[in-house]
């Protein structure tokens, strides 16, 4: 039973939902890819967004994307996915094709969270909360505490 | 892949313990048991670390990696060309941790990290 990426904000830290993933970027860790919320199928492409280099904390972007695009490009994954080797140029060039499209329109994020591992949510916030994302600390936003309430 | 520069990400040493968790990380995943790394042919080192985030990368060359009888494999993913995969013996030892360690440079600054 795992909660749900919509909740998320509220319930952290919680198991990640997105075990249903396809990796297309790995530095020891997942970079970017499809996800999909084991509770709500609700499906997203993930970035990195920030890393902190000595606790291993990564900081991921989920953006939007529609039903069925997860299931739609496993049928052009590699035979030995993760690894980009094809038998000939023709289904390598569908599969760069559909994956750059969907790297263009992940513009703005749903949801931003903290992970060590992908296996658990340490922290997560709306995307439409962040403000000035070029230059934003996307650490700092997710942990920042709020400030004294004036009265 | 001989004598080609390789780089990975990050602050120099790691315990066997991270290295045991990144290689069964990746082995999850579908790449051999190991961790990652980047390589090509007549790439340096500043320009294969500006693919990683972190200030910081170490670098060794293939055939060092090779020589201390570590297997490096080319594992290309979708938005990574020059991503390898260094594989490890099951289980990571306190001595495969040392011996890995010793084959990289001390950690240089990452010039142009990416964004």
């Known amino acids: ?151 | 892949m001989a004598d080609e520069c390789l780089v990975r990400a990050g602050v120099g040493q790691v315990d066997k313990e991270k290295l045991a968790e990144a290689a069964t990380g990746a082995e999850a995943n579908g790449f051999p048991h190991g961790v990652s790394a980047r390589t090509a042919s007549g790439m340096s080192g500043e320009e294969l670390a500006s693919a990683f985030r972190s200030k910081k990368f170490i670098e060794s060359t293939v055939d060092a990696i090779e020589a201390a009888g570590f297997r490096v494999h080319r594992t290309p993913t979708a938005l990574d060309p020059f991503h390898v995969t260094i594989e490890l013996p099951k289980p990571v030892t306190e001595e495969i941790a040392k011996k890995f360690n010793r084959l990289f440079s001390l950690p240089k600054p990452n010039r142009n990290p990416r964004k």
């Open chain 1, 1 to 151: 039973m795992f909660i749900c990426c919509q909740k998320l904000t509220a319930l952290c830290p919680v198991p990640s939902p997105f075990n249903e993933r396809i990796v297309l970027n790995w530095q020891d860790a997942p970079l970017e890819g499809i996800a999909r919320c084991e509770a709500c199928s609700i499906e997203y492409y993930f970035r990195d967004l920030a890393e902190d280099e000595n606790s291993g904390l990564l900081v991921y972007g989920l953006f939007d994307l529609p039903a069925g695009t997860l299931e739609r490009v496993k049928r052009l994954l590699p035979p030995k996915y993760p690894i980009w080797e094809f038998d000939s140029v023709s289904p390598k060039q569908a599969a760069d094709k559909a994956i750059q499209k969907l790297r263009d329109e992940a513009k703005e994020p749903a949801w931003v969270f903290a992970t060590n591992d992908f296996k658990e949510i340490l922290a997560c916030r709306s995307g439409a909360e962040a403000k000035d994302r070029e230059s934003i600390d996307w650490i700092r936003f997710l942990f920042e505490v709020a400030g004294p309430v004036e009265v």
